[in-house]
C-alpha cells in the first residue's frame, strides 16, 4: 500500500497569511533581564567550548560558515 502526499496549489499558499509563508524564523527577543554575551568573548579566539551542565557536556562549536552548533 502506497501514500501519495497531497502538496498545496500555489492559489492555496497565496490564501494563508503571510506569516506562515516566511521561511526563515523570526529572531527571538531575550527577556529584559536576560544576560547577553558575544560568541566572540565566550569561544575567545576558539573554534569549541566545552560547556558542563548538570554533569553532562555540551560542545559549543563555531562551523566553517560562522554558525553555532550545540551538541551533548
Known sequence: ???????????DLLSRPLGLLRLK?????????????????????ERELVITHQGS???LRLTRNDKLILTK
Open 1 to 11: 500500500m502506497s501514500t501519495t502526499a497531497v502538496l498545496p496549489t500555489p492559489a
Open 25 to 45: 524564523p523570526q529572531a527571538v527577543t531575550p527577556e529584559p533581564g536576560a544576560r547577553r554575551i558575544s560568541s566572540q568573548n565566550l569561544l575567545a579566539g
Open 57 to 59: 557536556e555540551y560542545h
